[in-house]
């Protein structure tokens, strides 16, 4: 059965400051996609980014950075340089490919970003 | 281009009432699904379709029922209502490599 275990329930930092977010997952399918979800304080799950696993080249997108490592079945999250707007609930998700579109989500992990 | 519609946002339900929610996609996929979210729990799945006339149980299945007649439609039915079901509640509709979620409906059961 498939898992992923986000240990942080909560991250405080100040403006400006970077945050890493944990993800660890575990999977029996060679061929799975991890998500990054945000929930902000609104409450809508807006779609960060997928990985697929046979792609592990990181990736930079703006403050977003993403570091995918199978060897450690980790898929950890970086907001550089955050922002108050970045506050919000960030969950990591796993999708088999032979379970077809079903997720298994983490508990997610709250991030505060204060002024 | 709606996306993944989700009515109604906000219910109170007595225990023991029943009570359908729905939820609507205009992205044609084939795959859609229902969650719940409880507080520092993730979202759990509840049901899910591969196409029409086919569904499947999640994670949490007990006390829900569905049935997906439509590509486009995918109810979730609460037969008899209970404390234990309040809970926000997210469908979701995609293809094997990305899911797209509707605004949530927040139920209350008391």
């Known amino acids: 059965a498939q898992k992923v275990t986000q240990a942080q329930t909560e991250i405080s930092v100040v403006e400006k400051e970077d945050v890493t977010l944990d993800c660890v997952y575990e999977t029996r399918d060679t061929t799975y996609y991890l998500f990054w979800y945000k929930q902000p304080p609104s409450g809508e799950l807006v779609f960060l980014i997928r990985?697929?696993?046979?792609?592990?080249q990181n990736e930079i997108s703006g403050r977003y950075s993403w570091n995918f490592q199978k060897s450690t079945s980790s898929f950890n999250f970086t907001i550089t340089a955050s922002q108050v707007v970045d506050s919000a609930v960030y969950f990591c998700a796993l999708s088999e490919r032979a379970a077809g579109n079903k997720l298994t989500f983490g508990g997610g992990t709250r991030v505060l970003v204060k002024p | 281009n709606a996306g993944v519609t989700q009515t109604p946002k906000f219910q109170v339900l007595k225990t023991g009432q029943s009570m359908t929610l729905q939820c609507a996609q205009d992205m044609n996929h084939e795959y859609m699904s229902w969650y719940r979210q409880d507080p520092g729990m993730g979202l759990r799945l509840i049901h899910y379709?591969?196409?029409?006339?086919?569904?499947d149980q999640g994670e949490v299945p007990n006390g829900y029922n569905v049935s997906r007649s439509t590509t486009e439609d995918f109810p979730l039915r609460l037969l008899s209502a209970a404390p234990s079901q309040t809970s926000v509640y997210f469908c979701a509709s995609g293809t094997i490599t990305e899911a797209f979620f509707g605004q949530g409906t927040r139920l209350t059961v008391v």
């Open positions: 990985r697929n696993s046979f792609d592990e």
């Open positions: 379709s591969v196409g029409a006339g086919i569904t």
